[in-house]
């Protein structure tokens, strides 16, 4: 299991229920790298995508307590949620947000891919600093590149010690 987000220059990810930046860039690697696959959020991670809809052509599951909304898969609880990813290929499925699903399932997740930005946001929602994190390691740091104002750079960490399912 992979998870994918990008972060201000203090892993923050996200304000008043929304991005950070517009990022265009950011925002094709996200769709060509999760196309096809299955992406695992939580409530208002669902909520805060344009009208609240399922992102087209993944497989979308929600963890949250209250019903799957059209379009979606849900899981009420983590033992869930982790039973059900066990019917999807690992490489195949991608934690997208928001923090609380983050913090729960990067322990599980064997790597993250990070699109760093070199500015401050002004988060009200942040992801544990990786850089910190004595299970991950920075395994590649593509160039930095702009986008949309913004130096930003394409960031892949290793999990060394990922839970199982």
């Known amino acids: 299991m992979r998870a994918i987000f990008c972060a201000d ?3 923050g990810i996200g304000k008043n229920g929304g991005l950070l930046f517009s ?3 950011d925002m094709k690697f996200f769709r060509e790298t999760t196309k096809g696959k299955v992406v695992v959020m939580g409530r208002k991670t669902l909520d805060s995508f344009p009208n609240g809809a399922p ?3 993944r497989t979308n599951i ?3 307590s209250k019903e799957p909304k059209e379009g979606t898969v849900g899981a009420k609880d983590l ?6 990813l066990k019917n999807y290929p690992s490489e195949d499925v991608f934690v997208i947000g928001g923090e609380s699903v983050y913090r729960a399932l990067l322990p599980y997740c064997e790597e993250v891919l ?11 929602t942040f992801v544990p600093d ?3 994190d004595n299970n991950f390691t920075l395994a590649a740091e593509g160039e930095p590149v ?20």
């Open 9 to 11: 220059k203090k892993w």
């Open 23 to 25: 990022l265009p860039q």
């Open 55 to 57: 992102l087209k052509g």
């Open 62 to 64: 929600v963890l949250s």
């Open 79 to 84: 033992p869930e949620l982790l039973a059900l």
């Open 114 to 124: 990070v699109t760093k930005v070199a500015a401050d946001g002004g988060a009200d």
């Open 130 to 132: 990786l850089d910190r």
């Open 146 to 165: 702009q986008d949309n104002g913004y130096t930003i750079r394409f960031c892949t960490y290793k999990n060394t010690a990922p839970k199982p399912l």
